[in-house]
């Protein structure tokens, strides 16, 4: 096994584990998915999608998105707007390499759609 299949390994056992213990802790998938991805990012792959202060602030965002759209079952599920959030956060594109290149829309859409969308398909 190599160096980056054992990283990948551990961090999604820790996924698995803090899952558990998150959804029931912070009881919305959306909030507690989004948590669980960076806490897991984090300590086992040394992966820091956003700082532990930026993880609250959208920690509490994301707490809207819960039950579908606030809570009422209508929507897309939590833990797949979160899942899709973080994806979007990896190629860190702000307002101007948008703005410098409209083009780079590209790369976050095709993380989701790869790596999110295709498995539920």
């Known amino acids: 096994m190599s160096k980056n299949e054992s990283i990948k390994k551990r961090a999604i056992q820790k ?46 965002a994301r707490m809207g998105f ?12 939590g833990a797949f707007t979160s899942s899709c959030f973080c994806l979007s956060l990896v190629p860190c594109i702000g307002r101007k390499e948008w ?7 590209i790369i976050p859409c095709a993380n989701v759609s790869d790596g999110i969308v295709d498995s539920f398909q």
Request: net charge negative; aromatic share 10%; proline share 2%.
């Open 15 to 60: 996924a698995r584990e803090l899952g558990k213990q998150y959804e029931s802790l912070y009881l919305g998938y959306s909030d507690s998915s989004f948590a669980v991805i960076c806490d897991a990012l984090r300590g086992k792959a040394g992966i820091e999608l956003v700082t532990p202060e930026e993880q609250d602030k959208i920690f509490a």
């Open 66 to 77: 819960q039950g579908g759209i606030g809570d009422l079952a209508r929507g897309s599920f």
């Open 99 to 105: 703005l410098a290149n409209k083009f780079t829309l």
